[in-house]
């Protein structure tokens, strides 16, 4: 006679769980190695915390704020689908969240329109309106003068 499991239904629970961490394991992976998927757009909340950090590197220039903001601006320097705006604005970051021995006002305001400009430069390129795949539409060539005039007259404009 074989044992039966005291909990019926704890088979299923186990089961639905370890599907849930798989699928939370690479992207936890990747994280814990700074790697990006290169092939997706990296989300708005990665550039949210990276704002918040360069902020706080500005603000108290401590050596933790600092660190994160150039752990999470670097490996972005080599994703294939952010424009070289938004790079050209990670590689200040990383340049300048530093600690320095003098938090000066330029300084912490440089680092402050960094973080602003991330979340404008970095952000995924949409098609403008109208750039579709129709063709426009021939315009009509229009003549003026009195050939023109003539024409519309019926009369020709070439006699």
């Known amino acids: 006679m074989p044992r039966r499991h005291p909990c019926p239904f704890a088979l299923p629970v186990l ?9 939370h394991q690479p992207a936890a992976r990747a994280q814990g190695n700074n ?9 708005t909340e990665l550039f949210r915390d990276l ?3 360069t902020i706080a590197c500005g603000r108290d220039n401590s050596p933790e704020p600092c660190q994160q903001a150039r752990s999470i601006a670097d490996p972005l320097m080599d994703h294939p689908r952010l424009p070289a705006s938004c790079k050209d ?3 200040d970051i990383r340049e300048r969240a530093v600690v320095v021995s003098k938090n000066s006002y ?7 329109r960094e ?9 995924p390129a949409t098609k403008p309106l109208g750039s579709g795949s129709q063709q426009p539409a021939p315009e009509q060539k229009k003549q003026g003068g009195l050939g023109g005039f003539l024409r519309g007259l019926g009369g020709g404009g070439s006699q």
């Not at 973080?115 to 952000?123: G, M, Q, S, Y």
């Open 115 to 123: 973080a602003a400009d991330l979340l404008v430069l970095c952000k």
């Open 89 to 91: 604005t990670l590689w």
């Open 51 to 53: 704002q918040l950090k």
């Open 15 to 23: 089961v639905a769980l370890l599907g849930a961490v798989s699928l």
């Open 35 to 43: 790697r990006i998927d290169p092939a997706t757009f990296p989300p």
């Open 106 to 112: 330029e300084r912490r305001e440089t680092l402050n």
